[in-house]
């Protein structure tokens, strides 16, 4: 499957980032039920979509969403901070170089194979642009069955508190430690590079 990596650090066509709205309507609104705001009836966006999200996407050539990230600053306002901080046993972690993963949307319309691909691809995208933004440490917010794969997925996690009832559901906080090793620990788990694309940055085709 032809793939191209956009990173709002470098630009996302305006119609990539609809795309990337809508489909993330259709994971979380429509299919998980999260009581969260709809735009127009067709975009999920939030408070924390604002000019300081930094979105990571992955697009077919026709630039129809694959899968995609969110990522927030946690010096400023963010989920973790600011909703479900009591998923942690101390503060929330709060720094200029550690960052909150949000919103890992993998498109409905991938077929089970593609779909592991995909999510592998988005995976080391946001290890490798933590590493050009110099970003130390991720924190997430993740149901128990997400919450085990990602721990599964080789780089070094550690849960930030015990698994919280929230909405019917079992959720939990989590860091991820972010260094020049985690690649190689994300390919010795089975977790394969992004592909090279014309639209690729250097280091995240590398």
């Given amino acids: 499957m032809d793939q191209v990596f956009y990173s709002s650090s470098h630009g996302i066509p305006d119609a990539v980032l609809r795309n990337m709205f809508e489909a993330r309507k259709s994971v979380f609104v429509d299919l998980l039920k999260w009581d969260v705001p709809v735009l127009d009836g067709r975009f999920e966006i939030d408070q924390f979509d604002d000019e300081h999200a930094v979105y990571l996407v992955l697009a077919d050539c026709r630039g129809a969403h694959l899968a995609s990230a969110r990522l927030l600053q946690t ?29 890992f949307c993998l498109d409905r319309s991938l077929n089970a194979r593609d779909r592991r691909v995909i999510r592998d691809n988005l995976v080391m995208a946001i290890a490798l642009q933590g590493l050009d933004m110099g970003i130390r440490r991720f924190t997430a917010i993740a149901e128990m069955s997400w919450f085990q794969q990602i721990l599964a997925f080789g ?52």
């Fill in 75 to 103: 010096t400023r306002p963010h989920i973790l901070g600011n909703i479900f901080a009591s998923l942690c046993e101390g503060e929330p972690p709060r720094a200029h170089d550690i960052f909150e993963i949000t919103r």
């Fill in 155 to 206: 780089w070094r996690c550690t849960p930030l508190g015990p698994p919280q009832a929230s909405e019917g559901t079992l959720i939990a906080a989590l860091a991820i430690e972010i260094d020049n090793k985690t690649p190689a620990l994300l390919a010795q788990a089975g977790i394969r590079p992004i592909p090279s694309s014309p639209r690729d940055d250097a280091r995240l085709a590398a």
